[in-house]
């Protein structure tokens, strides 16, 4: 099993700054299948980045994922208040499909 | 766009049974592989099962495996989680879930299972 370790837990920030998020995974992640979900409170999971880089339909261009093998990053270039969420990454190329633990962006 | 409705969801006790439905709509149902993922209270998220497209195919998470069964019926768009003998443990949010491979691109509400006597 792909465990996947996301860090900080928790991201204190004001609108306007950067946030930069880690997933770190305790083996490759093959052909970089590598996604990144947005939460926000009471809603459901909504995708964000797949293949490690690929934005989805519908993800504003503030939002960026990158790195390979055992280290990604979903960088927020300027934090919107919108964007003020829990955020998972996952991986889908082995099964078990795993999940991180999520990092938490909250407003400083 | 993908609608995906989760029901079925409710108060069980300890070894009891549930069985969760999932209609789908707005979308070519049989190009999707369908996953059931779930969400203990104040938690992460969980994957717990993938069927593919054809349903041929079934995949799931240890902790579940002889107790839980993944289906669908592509002629009623609907996918189905059969759950036996629940433990207070399994008690989460439960999300519809799928894609056009193993990546997740649309998620129901979900339905809320709670395991307790």
């Known amino acids: 099993e792909i465990v996947l370790t996301q860090s900080p837990g928790t991201l204190s920030l004001s609108p306007g700054e950067r946030a930069t998020l880690s997933c770190r995974a305790s083996q490759s992640v093959a052909k970089n299948y590598l996604a990144w979900y947005q939460q926000k409170l009471g809603q459901a999971p909504r995708l964000l980045i797949s293949?490690?880089?690929k934005r989805a339909t519908g993800t504003p261009d503030r939002f960026s994922g990158s790195g390979s093998g055992t280290d990604f990053t979903l960088t927020i270039s300027r934090l919107e208040p919108e964007d003020f969420a829990v955020f998972y990454c996952?991986?889908?190329?082995?099964?078990?499909?795993?999940f991180g633990g999520g990092t938490k962006v909250e407003i400083k | 766009e993908v609608q995906l409705v989760e029901s079925g969801g409710g108060l069980v006790q300890p070894g009891g049974s549930l069985r969760l439905s999932c209609a789908a709509s707005e979308f070519t149902f049989n190009d999707y592989w369908m996953n059931w993922v779930r969400q203990a209270p104040g938690k992460g998220l969980e994957w717990v099962a993938i069927i593919r497209k054809d349903g041929t195919e079934e995949l799931y998470t240890d902790s579940v495996k002889g107790r839980f069964t993944i289906s669908r019926d592509n002629a009623k768009k609907s996918l189905y989680l059969q759950m036996n003998t629940l433990r207070p443990e399994d008690t989460a949010v439960y999300y519809c879930?799928?894609?056009?491979?193993?990546?997740?691109?649309?998620w129901g509400q979900g339905t809320l299972v709670t395991v307790s006597s």
């Open positions: 293949d490690a880089s």
């Open positions: 996952q991986q889908y190329a082995t099964s078990p499909l795993t």
């Open positions: 879930a799928g894609g056009g491979g193993w990546l997740i691109t649309s």
